[in-house]
């Protein structure tokens, strides 16, 4: 069907990073708090000093979750799939708890 009237095509959201969301809420939240306590009477260098909290914790944070996800997306040197390396033993058989006396032996 062609004209004005065509049923609209479902177009794709751009595929959007949870982290970078989750840094943006926080990068908002690094404002708009300050400008809350200024609202509510607090003192400049308290609302700074709280500002510059916020901001520490908001760059610690993202770098850690950056860091999780490039770990996650690699895995170890060590526990490659397929490659060479160290080959582990197989396991030895499960065995039996406790003391196994002979057939012949008696037992008290």
Do not use: Q
Request: charged share 20%.
């Amino acid at each position: 069907m062609s004209g004005p009237h065509r049923p609209a095509e479902p177009t794709s959201a751009p595929s959007r990073d949870g982290v970078t969301d989750l840094v943006r809420w926080a990068a908002f939240s690094c404002f708009l708090v300050p400008v809350a306590l200024l609202w509510y009477g607090a003192s400049f260098a308290g609302t700074a000093g709280t500002a510059l909290g916020l901001a520490a914790v908001t760059g610690v944070c993202r770098l850690l979750l950056r860091r999780s996800e490039r770990l996650a997306a690699h895995p170890r040197g060590g526990e490659r799939a397929g490659r060479g390396g160290r080959r582990r033993r197989p396991a030895a058989r499960a065995r039996g708890g406790g003391r196994h006396a002979g057939e012949n032996t008696p037992v008290d």
